[in-house]
């Protein structure tokens, strides 16, 4: 069995997969692959999926399956999977880490400090102690969320289209209600049709002045052009996100405009996470392995 690890995995993986067959990460074997291993770069379209004619198992190590065309794979009687659960508490922990590096001016008190400069009097910082959160998207990773922000006494509401069965959350019934109270709004969305774009200029008009916004969910739930809008006349205090319209973005307005503070879609990539993917990715190879499939 040829298994073609496709994007970045635990450095670990390969050794540890290596007892089901050959492990190659060299993506000219793709047609020779029965076991395809992708995270976000791979695109598993129908074109890519032809060109694998003895495909049987596509494993996403990671939440969602956006970049699979999961219906044309089952078509051709390929599994797929993801790695759903691994990821919650590493995403919301960069999620958290951007909500707190914004009131407190993290960059610009690192980069003012190398370019010389002392801002003691300029840098008021805000504390995140009693101030009101809204998570947009209350799975998993939006929960995680939760628990951090109650350590740090937030009053937390929530919107979901699902009852939200979370205790530290308050869930209103949509994002009208939520947006006009919220000091920082908090996106876990899945990216389908629903959200595409769902954060607009409407929506922006919706929120408090000086709100901050954090995005580790998909890039493509807001519009850029409307965030740029927010942030270059104040309604918008600051827009931390780790995701984007392509990765890397192309010609985005938001590597330019004021208030950003941008990460490199890694909202999955602790060293903890890979290894637990890794383990999962494991478990469902050696399952295809017994099934008799392989
Ligand atoms: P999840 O499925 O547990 O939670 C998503 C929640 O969104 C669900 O509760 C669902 O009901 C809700 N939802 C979906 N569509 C909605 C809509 N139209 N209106 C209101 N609520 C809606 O998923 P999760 O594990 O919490 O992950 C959330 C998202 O985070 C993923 O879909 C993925 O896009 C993103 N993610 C990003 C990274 C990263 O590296 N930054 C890593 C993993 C996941």
């Known amino acids: 069995m040829k298994i073609l690890i496709s994007d970045a995995f635990d450095p670990s993986l390969p050794g540890k997969l290596s007892r089901f067959g050959t492990v190659t990460d060299d993506h000219a074997q793709l047609a020779d692959a029965q076991v395809v291993l992708i995270r976000s770069k791979t695109k598993c379209t129908r ?91 209350c799975g998993r990773i939006g929960q995680e969320m939760a628990k951090r922000a109650a350590a740090f006494e937030m009053r937390i509401l929530g919107y979901d289209q699902v009852e939200i069965k979370c205790p530290m959350i308050e869930q209103v019934a949509d994002l009208d209600a939520l947006l006009p109270q919220c000091d920082y709004l908090s996106l876990h969305l899945p990216l389908n049709p629903e959200t595409k774009g769902l954060i607009d200029s409407d929506r922006i008009a919706q929120m408090k002045d000086g709100v901050y916004l954090i995005n580790t969910g998909r890039g493509k739930t ?33 590597l330019s405009a004021p208030g950003v503070l941008m990460a490199p879609h890694i909202g999955a990539s602790s060293k903890e996470n890979l290894l637990r993917i890794g383990d999962i990715v494991l478990e469902l190879v050696e399952e295809f392995v017994k099934s008799g499939k392989a």
């Not at 010389?116 to 995140?128: A, N």
């Not at 270059?232 to 600051?238: D, L, N, T």
């Not at 780790?242 to 010609?251: A, G, I, L, R, T």
């Open 47 to 137: 074109e890519y999926i032809d060109q694998a004619p003895k495909l049987k198992l596509i494993i996403r190590g990671g939440v969602g399956l956006d970049n699979v065309d999961v219906e044309y794979a089952r078509s051709k009687g390929i599994e797929v999977y993801n790695t759903a659960a691994a990821s919650s508490v590493s995403v919301a922990e960069l999620a958290f880490a951007l909500m707190i590096a914004m009131p407190n001016h993290l960059v610009k008190a690192h980069n003012s400090m190398r370019e010389g400069k002392w801002l003691k009097k300029e840098l008021k910082r805000t504390e995140l102690f009693k101030k009101t959160l809204g998570i947009i998207g």
């Open 222 to 254: 807001i519009i850029e052009e409307d965030i740029v809008a927010g942030l270059e006349s104040g309604k918008i205090a600051g827009y931390a996100t780790d995701v984007w319209y392509s990765d890397p973005p192309e010609n985005t307005p938001l």
